[in-house]
C-alpha cells in the first residue's frame, strides 16, 4: 500500500516562493507517476502537474503554472517537488499529492479519476 506525505506548506506573501515535498512510501517509487492537486474550499479539486516514473516527462494544468511552478523528482525518485515562484493570492489552496502506476502514466494523472493514492494535503496560504 502506497502512502504519500506532502509537506512545505505555509503562509508566506505575494511574491514569494515555496518548495512542496511529498514522500512516497509503502510501494516501489520508481513504477510511480506523482503528480500535484490544489483545491480551495467549494471548488473541484485542480491539477497543477504531474512527472513521470523516471521524471523525464512533465506536465502542468495551463501555461499560467508551468510559467511559474516546477515539478522535480528526488534522486531516489521516491520524493517529488512542487516549486511554487512568485506565489499570487489566488495560488491559497490545499495541494494534495498523487499518484498512479506509471503503467497508467504521468499524462493520465491530469485526470483525477486515475489517481490511485491521494496524500493528506498540505494549506498554502498567500497573503496580499
Known amino acids: 500500500q502506497v502512502r504519500l506525505d506532502e509537506s512545505g506548506g505555509g503562509l508566506v506573501q505575494a511574491g514569494d516562493s515555496l518548495r512542496l515535498s511529498c514522500a512516497a512510501s509503502g510501494g516501489t517509487a520508481k513504477d510511480l507517476a506523482l503528480g500535484w492537486y490544489r483545491q480551495v474550499p467549494g471548488k473541484e479539486r485542480e491539477f497543477v502537474a504531474a512527472i513521470s516514473g523516471g521524471g523525464g516527462s512533465t506536465y502542468f494544468g495551463d501555461s499560467a503554472m508551468k510559467a511559474r511552478f516546477a515539478i522535480s523528482r528526488g534522486v531516489a525518485k521516491n520524493t517529488v517537488y512542487l516549486q511554487l515562484n512568485r506565489l499570487k493570492p489566488e495560488d491559497t489552496a490545499t495541494y494534495y499529492c498523487?499518484?498512479?502506476?506509471?503503467?497508467?502514466?504521468?499524462?493520465?494523472?491530469?485526470?483525477?479519476?486515475?489517481?490511485?493514492?491521494w496524500g493528506q494535503g498540505t494549506l498554502v496560504t498567500v497573503s496580499s
Open positions: 498523487a499518484a498512479t502506476p506509471t503503467s497508467i502514466g504521468a499524462a493520465n494523472l491530469r485526470n483525477p479519476s486515475r489517481v490511485d493514492v
